[in-house]
């Protein structure tokens, strides 16, 4: 009878869920029935998995560098208390290298009818919408001898933007700007250009904006001052496709492009111009119209958020189309695309007087100063090849640069950490020389 006992005794421990029992004690199972009795009293007295309810609350975005605070709230409706290890889990970049063993793990005392809150500290490593996985808890019995485990399914999404690195450099654009509007004693002169007011001549200035006719009615020559158009409509143009995937040292050509459109559009808002984005290689992949000047950077960076490059050639013909559609005529289109040789000249060359024949075009392209570094190598036949490699890359790019040019385009090429305030500083010529 004992033995009969004992075997229905092990027979109901194997059938408890897999992984309750710790290593060590399966071993000892056979030779001790009383630890059998107290593992299995001890799995009955744990508090039930199931049964526990969970709510979300926190942060639904965060920019890429900064920390996101997410809560898990855990309600424990049982009769019994709750002692567990919870492991809230969400996708390897949502943590910061080396941390997700400590960050999403958690234990958990609950008394009956009680909840209690966790906090899932979140440092993302990548853009795009990080989702939250399942909830796995392992409710302990009181001697923590076995235990009950069970997922759950707790949905939430932050939202990781691109950081805007550039924005440093905004308060420096803006002062210049503001001389360009004629805020300051610099004023400017250029085609497009609206008439401000008249002042008396001083050396130095343009002959061409003597106003003669009010010089004729005054004692003293008079000069006519002007100011840059406002409201003029910008779209950038953000080639989503497979040269956008490379990486120039830590940074995604895609990213890069993506923070010098940033800090464009911030300016450019500020200018009282409109802005728009149109993402593209072979479809639309993103697209941003008709928004206010304070909508306009929020709207940019959303849409930026979760946008990856595309492993295929970009459709320049389409590109080419798609943008013209979506700029009226007499727009600046800010294309940020790469200046590799067989993409330019096969692709965007072809159908870039269509573009230039309406709009301004300005091209804008990710250099990798590992190019410019190779051109110093020296003291060895390695070093010799290298410089000799980084000498032909960059003539090369250079050449590519002039093609544009020569087909009406304004060309800057920059390193990831320069291209965002060279774009900004090419757009205030621009405005400068009254071709906006």
């Not at 595309?310 to 700029?327: K, P």
């Amino acid at each position: 009878m004992a033995l009969t006992g004992r075997t229905a005794l092990f027979a109901a421990l194997g059938s408890l869920p897999v992984g309750i029992l710790a290593p060590s004690w399966t071993g000892m199972l056979a030779v001790n029935a009383p630890l059998s009795l107290a593992i299995l009293c001890d799995y009955a007295l744990a508090a039930p998995v199931r049964t526990l309810r969970f709510t979300r609350s926190g942060d639904t975005s965060v920019r890429l560098g900064d920390v996101a605070q997410v809560e898990l709230t855990i309600t424990n409706p049982s009769s019994r208390p709750l002692r567990a290890l919870l492991r809230d889990a969400w996708p390897p970049s949502t943590w910061a290298q080396g941390t997700e063993q400590a960050a999403s793990r958690h234990r958990l005392d609950v008394p009956a009818g009680e909840r209690r809150r966790v906090t899932a500290v979140l440092t993302p490593t990548r853009r795009g919408d990080r989702h939250s996985e399942r909830v796995t808890v392992r409710s302990y019995g009181p001697l923590g001898l076995a235990a009950r485990q069970g997922n759950h399914h707790v949905p939430w999404t932050v939202r990781v933007l691109p950081p805007f690195a550039s924005r440093k450099h905004l308060p420096s654009r803006l002062a210049r700007l503001r001389e360009l509007d004629g805020r300051t004693t610099t004023l400017i002169r250029g085609q497009g250009t609206e008439f401000d007011s008249l002042r008396d001549y001083v050396p130095g200035d343009d002959t061409r904006s003597i106003d003669w006719r009010a010089t004729a009615r005054r004692t003293t020559v008079a000069v006519r001052t002007w100011r840059p158009e406002r409201d003029r409509h910008i779209l950038v143009v953000l080639d989503t496709g497979r040269t956008s995937a490379g990486r120039v040292g830590d940074v995604p050509r895609l990213d890069a492009a993506m923070d010098a459109a940033l800090l464009l559009s911030a300016l450019a808002s500020r200018a009282g111009d409109r802005v728009g984005l149109l993402a593209y290689d072979r479809r639309v992949r993103a697209q941003v119209q008709g928004r206010s000047a304070g909508d306009i950077l929020p709207a940019m960076v959303n849409a930026f958020a979760p946008l990856e490059p595309e492993l295929v050639e970009t459709d320049a013909r389409g590109l080419s189309a798609a943008a013209l559609q979506n700029a009226p005529r007499g727009s600046l289109v800010v294309l940020l695309t790469g200046l590799d040789a067989t993409p330019i000249e096969e692709g965007l060359l072809p159908v870039l007087p269509q573009l230039t024949r309406r709009h301004t075009v300005l091209v804008a392209s990710v250099a990798d100063p590992h190019v410019e570094h190779m051109t110093t190598k020296r003291g060895s036949a390695e070093g010799v090849y290298e410089a000799a490699a980084g000498t032909q890359a960059r003539i090369q790019r250079q050449r590519t640069a002039e093609q544009l040019q020569r087909h009406g385009a304004t060309v800057v090429d920059a390193t990831p950490e320069k291209l965002a305030p060279a774009l900004a500083d090419a757009y205030l010529a621009l405005k400068a020389a009254g071709r906006l």
